[in-house]
């Protein structure tokens, strides 16, 4: 009961009030003070941090459903109680529906009191405790800015952080948005080479001649558009750790450029002689079975056991389904801090269809359903229709009665899909049938993000999720 | 040390044997002479015709200013006591200041069945409880000590009339301090 922690503010505009509940709680050990009017409360409350807030219904100028009101915005855990003279109903709802803990009419009884002031202390300790636990969990179950409590991910930490110290290179496999370029930089950091450069480069994204030219760099004159001489990520990424994105999409005449860097770690630029040595550590990631791309002579043999030095497999989310709710805890923590937004959670009903959901863009996915979640939500609790969740077996159906152009309707397809598979651009732009290069292009051209969701500069237009 | 002061405020016919039983139970606790003081003079200012109960803050300045002028003073009442924001109270005290009043209205309860010893322990329960208050202690969660908090009856009855080690330290420092 007697917590000196524990500051309770009183306020009313009749002192004697103020001065024998003051008087009361002190001799509880709570540390009390006291205000006579709303706008002086409001001062205190901003300069120091209140457990309880103890105020008078009705005060003149401002009263006590106002400064509940405002009280709330500056601390919303504050445990609010009103008093009054005179019991409404309407008054009592109003309190309790704008977030006030209790309402006691004056004269209230001692037992009353005194179990009301337990009740908070105990509850808010409670909270504390919780919220000491959740933080030492999370500490437990985190690698970097990974999170993940199931045992396949564990082991995948620990690999990550065994793998981190050593200069292997390592091939983390996965599909998409499972969050191997997070684990490839939170490796980096654990690494040796932390406060080296950590350049990531995709190699989906890109032709073969550009790619190369983004890799190894090129002399001045080398190509048309080679107006000057340029650094490749192997040389900006040198002493550090260059992370290839999609590695099983490059083409044949980059394996084996690749194959030589690694085995020789030396390389030239396009159109140079010069032999540059490179100092990195490469970590290369793909959503593809590289050893059945190997095997079938679609990728290097040589390469791919180049690569494979220390795979390290990712999971997917769906079978990892005990880490739904940390995460979701997770991500709305920080879209709630991003966004300056209160988010308590997702209601019963949201948190099961999360939970149901096969995520095919895995972690990516749940983050975008999450940001749509708290974007749109009314309240502070995300509902299931906030989600923008397809019902199951349903995948996406077509919006109907709208007449758009052939190019509309493209773009919303195509957005569609990618939000399908969570942005995993390789799979979209094979179930679109067309190559990844012309999928960059359209979504580049139309301001399409990987998922699906337009670029913050077309906002205002709806998109085409649903 | 300077000591305490009991002195019988009521309305009624004053208990003698229970003022006793307090003196002593107080001198106990404290380790302080304990007086009982007499004067005809009575709180009336502090009745509230509309609760048709008194009100303590008056009382308490009165005590100070009418009582012995010295040490602790603790006035004993037959009538029902309040603080304007609950419905009643055993008793009141100012926290580290000299004065200290303790009702027996609320204690009355079973004590016809029971007999009136049970009411002599309580009053020198919240004798106790009180005076300890104007010595400064807060109340204490160590169970069975005098300062837990009793909003009510039974947790009179549950507890003894002494101070737990924690308090009795405490109160050791304060008197080595004032003195």
Redesign the interface.
């Known amino acids: ?2 917590d000196e922690s524990t500051r309770i503010l009183v306020v009313d505009d ?1 002192e ?2 103020r ?3 003051g ?2 709680l ?4 709570y540390h009390v003070e006291m205000a006579e009017d709303g706008p002086s409360a409001l001062k205190r409350l901003q300069a120091a941090r209140f457990a309880v807030l103890i105020v008078d219904l009705k005060m003149p100028g401002m009263d006590g459903l106002q400064v509940l009101e405002q009280a709330k915005k500056l601390n919303p855990d504050l445990a609010v109680v009103l ?1 009054t003279a005179y019991a409404t109903v309407d008054t009592a709802v109003s309190a309790m529906k704008m977030g006030a803990y209790d309402y006691l009419v ?6 009353e ?2 179990m009301l002031m337990q009740k908070i202390v105990s509850q808010q300790s409670l909270v504390r405790e919780n919220a000491v636990l959740r933080q030492a969990l999370k500490k437990e179950y985190r690698f970097r800015d990974l999170l993940s409590k199931s045992p396949a991910m564990q082991s995948v930490f620990e690999l990550a952080r065994t793998a981190a110290r050593s200069n292997s290179t390592i091939l983390v496999l996965g599909e998409s948005g499972t969050g191997k370029e997070v684990l490839s930089r939170a490796i980096h950091v654990e690494s040796p080479r932390h406060d080296q450069p950590f350049v990531a480069v995709s190699c989906a994204a890109l032709t073969e001649t550009l790619l190369e030219s983004e890799l190894f760099g090129h002399e001045k004159g080398s190509f048309t558009g080679a107006i000057a001489r340029r650094k490749g990520k192997f040389e900006q990424a040198h002493g550090g750790t260059l992370f290839l994105d999609e590695v099983g999409d490059i083409g044949p005449k980059l394996q084996l450029d690749l194959l030589r860097v690694l085995e020789e770690r030396k390389l030239q630029r396009v159109g140079g002689n010069e032999q540059i040595e490179v100092d990195v550590r490469i970590i290369a990631a793909t959503n593809r079975d590289l050893r059945k791309a190997a095997l079938e002579g679609k990728f290097r043999e040589d390469l791919y056991y180049r690569l494979n030095v220390i795979p390290i497999l990712i999971p997917p989310l769906r079978d990892r389904r005990e880490d739904i709710p940390l995460l979701v805890e997770n991500f709305l923590e920080r879209l709630a801090a991003e966004m300056k937004k209160k988010i308590d959670g997702l209601s019963a009903e949201a948190m099961s269809a999360v939970l149901a959901h096969d995520w095919p863009g895995n972690v990516r996915e749940l983050r975008n359903v999450l940001e749509r979640g708290a974007v749109v939500t009314q309240g502070t609790t995300i509902q299931l229709p906030d989600l923008g969740l397809p019902a199951r077996g349903e995948p996406h159906p077509p919006r109907p009665g709208t007449m758009a152009s052939l190019e509309e309707v493209e773009r919303r397809h195509v957005a569609a899909v990618l939000s399908h598979t969570g942005g995993n651009v390789s799979q979209s732009a094979r179930i679109l049938g067309i190559d990844r290069v012309t999928l960059y292009n359209k979504m580049k051209k139309w301001g399409l993000r990987r998922d699906g969701e337009d670029e913050p500069a077309r906002d205002g237009e709806s998109t085409a999720r649903g | 040390m300077a000591g305490v002061f009991v002195w019988w405020i009521g309305e009624g016919q004053e208990d003698r044997p229970l003022m006793e039983h307090v003196r002593v139970e107080l001198a106990r606790a404290f380790a302080a002479p304990v007086y009982l003081w007499q004067s005809p003079e009575r709180p009336r200012h502090a009745y509230d015709e509309r609760r048709k109960q008194w009100h303590t803050t008056p009382i308490l300045r009165w005590l100070g200013e009418a009582g012995p002028g010295t040490g602790k003073v603790l006035g004993i009442t037959d009538r029902d006591l309040f603080i304007p924001i609950l419905t009643y109270v055993f008793g009141e005290a100012q926290l580290g200041g000299t004065a200290a009043v303790l009702s027996l209205a609320r204690l009355q309860d079973d004590v016809a069945r029971r007999g009136r010893r049970l009411l002599e322990d309580r009053a020198a329960k919240e004798a106790v409880h009180e005076v300890g208050h104007a010595f400064g202690l807060l109340h204490c969660h160590v169970p069975g000590c005098v300062m837990t908090r009793s909003p009510a009856v039974r947790e009179v009855d549950d507890k003894r009339p002494e101070l737990c080690a924690d308090c009795r330290a405490q109160i050791e420092a304060t008197i080595q301090g004032a003195e």
């Open positions: 009961m007697a009749e004697i009030v001065e024998s509940l008087g009361w002190e001799k509880d050990g008093m004056k004269p209230f009884d001692p037992e009191m005194s």
